[in-house]
């Protein structure tokens, strides 16, 4: 079976001399890992090249993002479960600092459907910082994928330079792989009966700078967004000023 290869276009050389590809030999994936290792500044490696070999000789998705041969960024995920069917599980996508903020990330995340699609797998699922704002506008508005539950400390202490030993509180999101569209609908809007969670400015920066009022904001989205989505409530946006926009469920107060 083919792997899909992605050749990003568009006016810059940079983008030209793009390729997302599939990776199986032992030598990329070293650099994958080194790759894992510097987005997320950590000395222990978040995986091994033999786990790494073992994914995606089962199954699993390993890709690379290459500039100039180059990998500046990187995604693995195995299979998985969402609502008794099998899916893509994204465990781990990063991207170096220089080359954020260039449409890479989406890229990279229209090769893994294509590549899900392609194995006949109706979904993909991943997990994200709840309070981090890039992620959630990138998620919910650019990609369209569903907020599935609130997790709370889902992955235990992480002691990496992004997490900061702050609990890790997760949302599980659903990407259904049969729809095509991943256009950017546009600042969400609040709907009748609809409700709000703000979140903080950065929270990457705030867990250097105040711990005790970063501690503060997890508590409080938790308590918020973590309630709303257990009673069946549903994020139905995420705005430019960095508040999720929730739909409760039939029945529960508006807080």
Request: net charge negative.
């Amino acid at each position: 079976m083919n792997h899909p290869t992605t050749q990003p276009t568009g006016g810059s050389n940079d983008a030209d001399d793009l390729v997302i590809r599939i990776l199986a030999e032992p030598g990329d994936l070293r650099r994958l890992v080194l790759l894992f290792n510097q987005v997320w500044g950590t000395v222990t490696p978040l995986v091994g090249v033999e786990l790494l070999r073992a994914i995606g000789h089962t199954g699993g998705y390993l890709a690379g993002a290459f500039l100039r041969n180059r990998m500046v960024g990187g995604s693995l995920g195995f299979l998985g479960r969402h609502h008794d069917e099998v899916a893509l599980h994204s465990h781990i996508t990063g991207i170096l600092p220089g080359v954020r903020q260039t449409g890479l990330g989406r890229q990279m995340k229209l090769h893994q459907r294509a590549w899900a699609a392609e194995q006949g797998l109706e979904w993909i699922t991943w997990t994200f910082d709840p309070l981090v704002r890039r992620n959630a506008w990138f998620n919910i508005d650019v990609l369209g994928a569903q907020i599935d539950a609130y997790l709370v400390d889902f992955y235990g202490q992480m002691d990496d330079s992004i997490n900061g030993g702050d609990p890790s509180d997760r949302l599980l999101v659903a990407w259904p792989t049969h729809e095509t569209t991943t256009d950017e609908a546009g600042p969400a809007r609040v709907p009748p009966g609809a409700v709000t969670v703000a979140t903080p400015d950065d929270i990457v920066v705030l867990r250097r700078t105040d711990p005790t009022e970063a501690g503060s904001w997890r508590l409080r989205v938790r308590e918020e967004l973590g309630t709303l989505l257990t009673e069946g409530g549903r994020v139905v946006g995420f705005t430019r000023g960095g508040e999720y926009v929730v739909v409760p469920a039939a029945g529960s107060v508006e807080r």
